[in-house]
């Protein structure tokens, strides 16, 4: 499961570039099916792990998300979308991301 993995890494990021000066947020979404998968999930990670995330429903409220994100109707997944402070997608990485990947990410952000 990519998410296991990219996780941390995500988290690390994060940590990386606000210790940088940089204010960067990682926001995770789910599009689990069932609430209680994701649940399930939340409850496996360890204490420095994810402890909360959205849930976008399957119908309308998913679909009228992605929508306004310009995204597809049924992403692959992992799906990461960088989104700048007024609310545009940046960059769309469809698949995993790895650690090699962070320094394009500081340069996206002018860093």
């Known amino acids: 499961m990519p998410c296991k993995e990219e996780i941390p890494r995500l988290k690390s990021w994060e940590q990386r570039l606000n210790a940088a000066g940089k204010s960067f947020q990682v926001v995770f979404v789910s599009m689990d099916d069932d609430p209680r998968?994701?649940?399930?999930?939340?409850?496996?990670?360890?204490?420095?792990?994810?402890?909360s995330t959205?849930?976008?429903?399957?119908?309308?409220?998913?679909?009228?998300?992605?929508?306004?994100?310009?995204?597809?109707?049924?992403?692959?997944?992992?799906?990461?979308?960088?989104?700048?402070?007024?609310?545009?997608?940046?960059?769309?990485?469809?698949?995993a991301v790895e650690d090699t990947d962070f320094e394009q990410l500081r340069a996206l952000i002018g860093g």
């Open 37 to 51: 998968q994701l649940q399930d999930f939340l409850k496996t990670q360890p204490a420095e792990g994810l402890r």
């Open 54 to 95: 959205y849930w976008l429903r399957e119908g309308k409220e998913r679909a009228d998300w992605l929508k306004s994100a310009e995204l597809p109707d049924d992403p692959g997944l992992p799906l990461h979308v960088l989104v700048d402070g007024r609310g545009r997608a940046r960059c769309v990485i469809d698949g």
